[in-house]
Nanobody
Framework: QVQLVESGGGSVQAGGSLRLSCAAS????????MGWFRQAPGKERDWVAT???????RYADSVKGRFTISQDNAKNTLYLQMNSLKPEDTATFYC???????????????????WGQGTQVTVSS
């Protein structure tokens, strides 16, 4: 009965910024991995970033230095600050969560247990 609800998507010009939020309900565990995936039309879903219950962060090379993942444990909320946006960032962004470790999920490319409905990000030139 875990629920993940994304918000903050929208349209922005290249070089602009957006901050995505993910409100998690019924997911208050001491050990977990949360993160973001994105999918452009006609493309496969790509991993963007993760953050663990230990606050360790990992990023895809395509967003490294531009995106920052963070969490507010008191609010059970995940964030993705996106700066210097590019047209190729245009996609539906999905919030994900899992009770297993980020190291395990990413190393063995295991599907995350829980997914949000997605929020659209459109970057124009």
């Amino acid at each position: 009965q875990v629920q993940l609800v994304e918000s903050g998507g929208g349209s922005v010009q290249a070089g602009g910024s957006l901050r995505l939020s993910c409100a998690a309900s019924r997911f208050t565990y001491s050990s977990y991995c949360m993160g973001w995936f994105r999918q452009a039309p006609g493309k496969e879903r790509d991993w963007v970033a993760t953050i663990g219950s230990d606050d360790n962060t990992r990023y895809a090379d395509s967003v490294k230095g531009r995106f920052t993942i963070s969490q507010d444990n008191a609010k059970n909320t995940l964030y993705l600050q996106m700066n210097s946006l590019k047209p190729e960032d245009t996609a539906t962004f999905y919030c994900v969560a899992d009770r297993r470790s980020c190291s395990y999920l990413l190393t063995f490319r295991v599907d995350f247990q829980y997914w949000g409905q997605g929020t659209q990000v459109t970057v124009s030139s």
